[in-house]
């Protein structure tokens, strides 16, 4: 029986996310991030479309590597301004009751006792519906505005990462035992400190050696979202993650990805399927194949080259700028995103990318493919994505927020429901039982 199909929703507290150019488009409502109204509409959308969660992501820096400066993102919106995706949690938590929230957290740059404070203040908040994305970082001017010279080497954040993991475990699930708050007003007792351990972690990168400041949340340890397709990251979900996050322009790219992620889970002696995984994508869709196809050219005019190269840039280390539109890239190591050239690289062995190629092809919807048609065509190709890869489901981009969503949940989802391949209902739970299906006795 065909898996069903699961989607979240992928943004960023910011004008720009994955499309650079199209917060210009008339009917583009991202100017709107500031306002509270903009992500409870989200939200309540989201909920209504049976959505996972909305992954939020995040960086501690400015995309500056493109002609050596930050003055084209600031100029063009590229993830700049960019707010706190923490502070959302809260407002989007207060107007449903299903929706999980995925939130991206450099571990890289802020330490592992107030962190896991903070992530079970937002699960006790949530009832239970927080996920971390771990990332470690890959902006040299998040390093620098934070001390740094510059930012650690890539497997060396890996190292870091593994340790961070051991100090935010120890926090969340060894610090209180279960019985540990007992709330004896006859007594005058709220918890029993005989019931409540001091972690003594002393390691290469941490010394914590106290107690966890919250009492357990409904998960204790948040949903585990992680998104690197590196070795090192690859490795590190195989230890880690309960969810991952793949970015890839063909079913080539992404099956790759797929089947190496679980055997690396199998290897590290996990159940390879218990992984979810999803994969990036654009949906653009109508009531009718050409209506889609014309929303599609529309979107497309408002492609900014000079905007997607300087996202580009900083994903992958490489200045752009350096070389002209008609240049081939090529996959170029750099201690920034190793993933990001890689996947252009591996799509096609045959196909050689030109520098403007990549820009446009980044420039809807991100490293993901962009899937256009009506209702039934979208399902088709969402169908065979899934089935050829072996994902669980999709990290939905948008081209206009929240015109994309919309589109999705008022068009997609019932035709996926039709078919059997997307659930009617949520399942009770806290996230992570949502998710995985592991259902409270």
């Known amino acids: 029986m065909p898996k069903p199909i699961r989607f979240n929703a992928f943004q960023m507290n910011t004008v720009s996310h994955q499309s650079p150019g199209l917060w210009t488009h008339p009917r583009a409502e991202a100017h709107r ?4 109204d ?3 509409e989200l939200a309540q959308l989201l909920e209504r479309g049976l959505f996972d969660a909305i992954f939020l992501a995040d960086v501690l820096g400015a995309y500056d590597v493109y002609q050596g400066s930050a003055d084209t993102a600031l100029r063009h919106a590229v993830q700049a301004p960019l707010n706190d995706p923490l502070a959302l949690v809260p407002l989007m938590a207060q107007v449903t009751k299903h929706l999980g929230f995925g939130v991206t957290c450099a571990l890289t740059y802020e330490h592992p006792y107030t962190f896991a404070r903070r992530m079970s203040t937002l699960d006790h908040l949530t009832r239970g519906r927080i996920g971390w994305n771990i990332v470690t970082g890959y902006l040299d001017s998040a390093a620098r505005n934070l001390g740094l010279d510059q930012q650690l080497s890539h497997d060396e954040r890996y190292d870091l990462a593994d340790e961070y993991m051991e100090v935010v475990h120890k926090l969340w699930e060894q610090s209180w035992d279960d019985d540990a708050v007992v709330n004896d007003k006859q007594r005058g007792v709220y918890a029993e400190p005989a019931r409540i351990h001091p972690i003594n972690h002393e390691g290469k990168y941490f010394k914590v050696p106290g107690f966890h400041l919250c009492e357990p949340s409904p998960q204790r340890t948040p949903l585990l979202y992680q998104a690197g397709t590196s070795p090192r990251g690859t490795a590190f979900a195989a230890r880690h993650a309960e ?3 793949v970015s890839g322009p063909s079913i080539k790219v992404v099956k790759k990805y797929a089947d190496d992620l679980r055997a690396a889970v199998r290897a590290a002696g996990r159940n390879g399927e218990d992984l979810k995984i999803y994969a990036q994508a654009l949906i653009i869709t109508a009531p009718t194949e050409a209506e889609a196809q014309a929303k599609y050219q529309d979107y497309k005019r408002y492609i900014d080259i000079e905007a997607a190269l300087a996202l580009l840039s900083g994903w992958t280390g490489v200045d752009f700028s ?3 539109l008609d240049a081939t890239i090529e996959y170029i190591d750099s201690e920034a995103g190793r993933s990001a050239l890689a996947s252009f690289s591996a799509a096609d062995p045959k196909r050689t990318w030109t520098v403007r190629e990549a820009a446009e092809f980044i420039g809807l919807g991100g490293r ?4 256009v048609g009506d209702a039934q065509q979208v399902a088709d190709q969402l169908e065979r994505w899934q089935d050829q890869t072996g994902i669980d ?3 939905l981009a948008y081209a206009l927020s929240h015109e994309s969503m919309r589109d999705v949940v008022d068009l997609i989802v019932p035709e996926l ?4 391949r997307y659930r009617k209902e949520y399942p009770p739970g806290t996230l992570r039982q949502k998710i995985r299906g592991q259902i409270p006795s």
């Open 33 to 36: 991030y500031t306002d509270p």
């Open 243 to 245: 969810c991952t996050f």
């Open 38 to 40: 903009y992500w409870t």
């Open 417 to 420: 429901q039709r078919r059997g």
């Open 322 to 324: 350096r070389f002209p």
């Open 368 to 371: 993901g493919p962009v899937l």
């Open 393 to 395: 489901g999709f990290n």
